[in-house]
């Protein structure tokens, strides 16, 4: 049995999975449109005024048994602040296009100045704080669990299924068709012109964004991508390639050479710095065969190393924050060389760099392994909450929960996301928290000739206590925002709240969207329209002997880590699933359709055949001949 957030179950007949009253899966892997999202904020701060009661579960609790009361709410999401910019000019008739009811907001009109002195920094006590834009729409957030997609290519842009009754597959189209198939409210108005984006806009083209709570890439030869294709439930998703490695320095935006094409074909770098680039990528390739040239340097940071190995300023800045992406006073020799190493290894597989995202956004993970798992028999309870776990006093093992009915659930093994565990059961665990900003732009932070760009930026901290900010922007070919906007995702480790720590970047790569900048064409900075600040709890690394008193057969399962990859994600399940089940293969690849049977039925299924028939010459992320 599964109890957590994500709403991730693999069961059989005998086993549920109990989840918070939520309607979506993923937790805080969950991607929403934007009507969505404002429903998400507001369920968290309905959450956050939850009064614990009476708990009912106590009168189902026998003589030899105990229970382990789980947490009503969730605090993992904290300070959040919410910024509109964009003009305001809304109508009792504006809805989001494609919805499958009307939609209402009501918006206080907050212009970049009025949105610092309103917004509200909560105390710690607080699981939302009062944002600065009151948002009140009810809609079902979009990551509907039952909305499958069709896989044609690591570069293939798709239409999403609608969210209806038709569970049928949609075929995939290119980014342009996909603009004139989204169903639009029949009394819409006229399209704003260019650089005058409005809230309204936004909100009728609310579908068309997919926002996800964590912002992450997938590696191309990383644990994750080797696991969809292994386990084929790559046919359930698509992907698009990260075209751009960006650096920011001196304070502006460039791209950076990472393949031997771009570092051949760069203006930025002399004939020189190309040849000493080169040489030293060659060496991280193959460092393990070479240990003399980093013996002896282990102890001191890869900062301080790349500065022994004769490379320019210049290549230094490039080498250590846009290829290996590491810490600049926390990361020892060893550790760059092996995060430049993976970054040089990942290149070329799929495309120019080393990154893969799938369309419609991160959350779309969750649920393809959720589809997965369904066809196979996972049963799933949405909109179902867990009181408490039943605990034998004699066995110390866990034999039940009880659910808010009462009900009494019998299983072997039980899997808990972190978050529902309680403060008496949580005492002596100190968590980090991660920093976020999900900003709507109305243009790229390095204008090109394409405006189909999804890049990746890293910022440096500059003061002692600070983190680099990772920045991740994605176009309207992502299937993430509507066309003319971007989305940008801003990440680091938490050191005050998200909007302290990100704040500075974004005012660096940034600028308010206001009406007398609208009138300045000569703007450099791309405009802000909406902004949205929170931070998130990071129980990654938290080692299970930290709970107190938990179970042999309950297991722990961490909420999104800070980090790039799903490395983590994927070696936590893999070490969970073979302490529950150490003779089975890891997700191993599925059987034929002809060949599935479920509860000796000898009918198949008709909908999961043809489901797999369909996606069975599909599989977008086979190994590509080289």
Request: overall charge negative.
């Amino acid at each position: 049995m599964l109890i957590r957030s994500s709403s991730e179950a693999v069961g059989d007949e005998k086993d549920k999975e109990q989840t918070n009253l939520r309607s979506y899966y993923g937790g805080n892997w969950a991607s929403f449109s934007f009507s969505g999202l404002l429903s998400w904020l507001k369920e968290y701060q309905e959450n956050s005024d939850i009064v614990n009661d009476s708990p009912v579960w106590q009168y189902h609790i026998l003589e030899n048994e105990e229970a382990i009361a789980l947490s009503r709410k969730d605090k993992t999401i904290q300070h959040v602040e919410v910024f509109c910019y964009a003009s305001q000019d809304l109508h009792e008739d504006v809805e989001e296009a494609g919805a499958l009811q009307k939609n209402h907001a009501l918006v206080t009109s907050t212009n970049s100045t009025e949105a610092a002195d309103s917004a509200c920094l909560p105390t710690e006590d607080e699981s939302l704080s009062t944002v600065s834009c009151e948002m009140l729409i009810e809609q079902t957030p979009s990551s509907d669990p039952e909305s499958a997609l069709e896989v044609n290519g690591a570069e293939v842009t798709g239409e999403k299924e609608n969210h209806s009754d038709d569970k049928t597959c949609v075929p995939s189209t290119s980014a342009e068709e996909m603009s004139d198939n989204v169903p639009i409210a029949e009394d819409t108005t006229e399209q704003p012109k260019k650089n005058k984006i409005t809230y309204s806009q936004i909100i009728k083209e609310g579908r068309r964004f997919n926002i996800d709570l964590v912002s992450k890439l997938l590696y191309s030869r990383g644990l994750l991508i080797d696991l969809l294709i292994k386990s084929n439930v790559s046919r359930y998703a698509e992907f698009k390639n990260i075209t751009r490695i960006l650096a920011f320095r001196d304070g502006r935006v460039e791209q950076v050479p990472c393949s031997r094409a771009d570092v051949f074909n760069s203006k930025q770098l002399s004939m020189v710095e190309k040849r000493m680039l080169m040489k030293f990528l060659t060496f991280c390739m193959e460092y393990e065969k070479f240990p003399d040239e980093y013996k002896g340097y282990e102890e001191i940071t890869f900062c301080e190393y790349l500065k022994t190995q004769k490379l320019t300023p210049n290549l230094q800045y490039i080498v250590l924050h846009s290829i290996a992406m590491t810490s600049q006073t926390a990361s020892s020799t060893i550790d760059g060389l092996k995060a430049t190493k993976n970054f040089l290894h990942c290149l070329g597989r799929y495309g120019n760099t080393p990154f893969l995202f799938p369309l419609y956004g991160q959350g779309e993970l969750p649920q393809c392994f959720c589809r997965m798992c369904a066809v196979f028999g996972g049963i799933y309870c949405l909109r179902h909450s867990v009181q408490c776990l039943v605990v034998d006093k004699e066995s110390r093992k866990c034999k039940a929960i009880i659910d808010q009915f009462g009900q009494r659930i019998i299983s072997k093994h039980f899997l808990v996301e972190d978050s529902y565990f309680s403060e008496n059961t949580c005492s002596r665990v100190q968590y980090r928290q991660i920093s976020r900003a999900v900003l709507i732009t109305d243009r790229s932070v390095l204008k090109t000739d394409s405006d189909q760009q999804i890049s990746v930026l890293t910022v440096p901290a500059e003061e002692p206590g600070t983190f680099a900010v990772r920045v991740i922007e994605l176009c309207s070919s992502t299937m993430t925002c509507m066309k003319g906007t971007y989305l940008v995702h801003l990440t680091c480790t938490s050191s005050k709240t998200a909007r302290e720590d990100l704040e500075p970047v974004v005012q660096k790569l940034f600028i308010p969207y206001t009406e007398v900048e609208i009138e300045n064409e000569q703007v450099e900075k791309p405009r802000i329209l909406w902004a949205l600040y929170f931070n998130m709890r990071d129980s990654s690394d938290i080692s299970r002997s930290c709970y107190n008193d938990l179970p042999s057969n309950v297991y722990v399962c961490s909420g999104p880590d800070c980090g790039l990859g799903n490395d983590n994600a994927v070696k936590q399940a893999e070490t969970i699933f073979q302490e529950i089940c150490p003779s089975e293969d890891f997700c191993p690849p599925p059987p034929n359709p002809e060949d599935i049977v479920l509860d000796g039925d000898s009918l198949q299924p008709e909908a999961n055949s043809e489901t797999l028939k369909e996606s069975t010459n599909l599989g977008n992320l086979e190994e590509p001949s080289e």
